[in-house]
């Protein structure tokens, strides 16, 4: 039986997927870089230090990543004010998961200073026992390292566990750690490839909790 349930955050809880893409594109047009949504898809579920790197390297930019990361996270935060959304029927599927009694936790490539951010804007602090972000790892996904370290901090095997991703990364990491993952169709996310999921639904209110669960 499933104990505990790890979300993604990032077009998994919020609809943020958007505003990511939106503030990488201005911060790299400040470095005269026209980059594609597509290409920045590529990286959807990495960890920021993986992307900038790469793309510093590739266009050449004089630049470091502390640097070029902040100005993203500027912009960011500007555009999220703005606009967060909860993605579809997930604040249901949250409460109850809650009323289950099943562990929940979230395990994302955002600094946890983003995660804090979103989760305190949808009013969603409260419902998650722990929170593994960026600082918490060195490895990013496909590596399982962030799935196993929150199974590790709720006290529960992997093989307990449930991840809800958005992104092929991410479902990756999720099976290599041995966990059961649904894979959520998210069209902000760009065209991932959900086919190592379990299940796949673009609406958590569609979700059967209880099959889900087994």
Do not use: W
């Amino acid at each position: 039986m499933i104990r505990a349930v790890i979300f993604d955050l990032d077009g998994v809880i919020v609809e943020s997927e958007d505003a990511h893409i939106e503030s990488e594109r201005q911060t790299l047009q400040k470095y005269n870089v026209k980059i594609t949504a597509e290409e920045l898809h590529a990286y959807t579920g990495t960890m920021a230090k993986i992307m900038f790197t790469e793309l510093i390297a590739k266009y050449k930019l004089n630049t470091t990543f502390e640097k070029i990361n902040h100005q993203k996270e500027e912009v960011l935060l500007k555009l999220l004010a703005q606009d967060a959304e909860p993605t579809l029927g997930v604040l249901r599927l949250i409460q109850e998961l809650k009323q289950r009694g099943i562990k929940l936790a979230i395990g994302s490539s955002s600094t946890k200073k983003l995660v804090n951010y979103i989760l305190n804007k949808l009013e969603l602090a409260h419902a998650f026992d722990r929170v593994v972000a960026a600082e918490d790892i060195e490895h990013s996904k496909p590596n399982p390292e962030i799935f196993l370290k929150a199974a590790m901090e709720l006290g529960v095997k992997p093989n307990q566990c449930l991840v809800i991703e958005d992104s092929k990364l991410g479902i990756d990491a999720a099976k290599s750690a041995g966990m059961k993952c649904i894979g959520y169709r998210n069209p902000h996310s760009g065209n991932q490839d959900l086919s190592r999921a379990d299940a796949v639904t673009n609406d958590f209110s569609k979700l059967d909790i209880e099959k889900m669960l087994i």
